[in-house]
């Protein structure tokens, strides 16, 4: 996230944001300052701090509740990526590199989130690695001694955690800060979610035959040989968007596979909370 450019994006949406800042130029000239004497891991503290100073009131227990339920879909993905690159099964430096540096932004969002939601008054939730079984109970017995299991449940959680912030964007629609902040998160899950799906593609690990597996979801298909999973797939299939069908759409052949992979469908916070059960100890 680039935190220099955060108030003008807000002020996009709120003009009147400098003035609940005191001015645009002391506002500017004040963050500025600080990014110049403190360290990245400091920022989201005065971030969240400003925004408080400008955003306290009604909005609050929305903001609140959205980046507590964000902060609980990272903490289970930062968990899982922390006992995946120990588990000494990532077969090649290449591999291990990138789920590491996964696990690391993961991790870097359960910090960010619990200091915007302390900076606002709220009250983050806490888990540790206690708190999940990985193996959903004995679903996933070798998810940590097994790789191709280990993609795979890998994949599932990023393709969760996509259509989970998109569904939640929906939610605070009327709250362009938290509307923003949702599609970026959904937009850094999406690109958790290729990576990984490419390296399920070049391994071919319970991949079913016959199946390309792409970048990103084809109909209601997890490109996973298992049915444990579908639950994070179902609604996918969609290839109606604002009422219009996209098959085929002004003429163009466009097959109902290509229609679905050109949008990600939502999953409410139910749907989610469903699907994610099941991983908590």
């Known amino acids: 996230m680039n935190f220099s450019n955060i108030i003008e994006e807000i002020a996009k949406n709120d003009p009147e ?25 400091a920022l989201p503290l005065a971030v969240g701090g400003m925004f408080k100073k400008a955003y306290a009131g009604g909005e609050s227990t929305l903001i609140i509740d959205t980046l507590n339920f964000a902060l609980t879909l990272e903490y289970i993905e930062s968990e899982f990526y922390k006992q995946a690159v120990a588990s000494g099964i990532i077969p090649n430096a290449t591999a291990l590199g990138a789920l590491t540096t996964i ?3 993961e991790i870097a969002h359960v910090a ?3 200091s915007v939601i302390m ?16 193996t959903a109970h004995g679903t996933f017995p070798t998810v940590f001694t097994d790789y ?3 993609l795979a449940v890998a994949q599932t959680f ?16 009327e709250s362009n800060v938290v509307l923003r902040a949702a599609l970026r998160i ?11 799906r490419e390296m399920r593609r070049r391994t071919g690990l319970l991949v079913p035959p016959g199946t390309l597996l792409q970048p990103w ?22 290839t109606t968007q604002a009422g219009i069908n996209i098959v085929n759409i002004n003429g163009f052949a466009i097959a109902a596979t290509e229609a679905s992979e050109a949008f990600d469908e939502p999953l409410s916070k139910e749907q989610v909370v469903t699907i994610v059960t099941p991983f908590f100890a």
């Open 103 to 105: 696990r690391d932004h």
């Open 112 to 114: 960010f989130l619990r």
């Open 148 to 150: 191709g299991v280990m």
């Open 17 to 41: 944001v400098y003035g609940k800042l005191d001015s645009r130029r002391s506002a500017m000239k004040n963050f500025f300052r600080f990014t110049g004497k403190a360290s990245i891991a």
């Open 119 to 134: 900076s606002l008054g709220g009250t983050p939730v806490t888990y540790t690695a206690a708190s999940f079984d990985f």
């Open 186 to 196: 959904h937009s850094v899950e999406a690109r958790h979610a290729a990576h990984v």
């Open 217 to 238: 979801i084809t109909l209601n298909q997890s490109g996973i040989a298992s049915p444990a999973v579908q639950a994070s797939y179902n609604g996918e299939e969609l």
């Open 158 to 173: 990023e393709d969760t955690g996509v259509r989970a912030y998109k569904g939640q964007a929906a939610n605070v629609y």
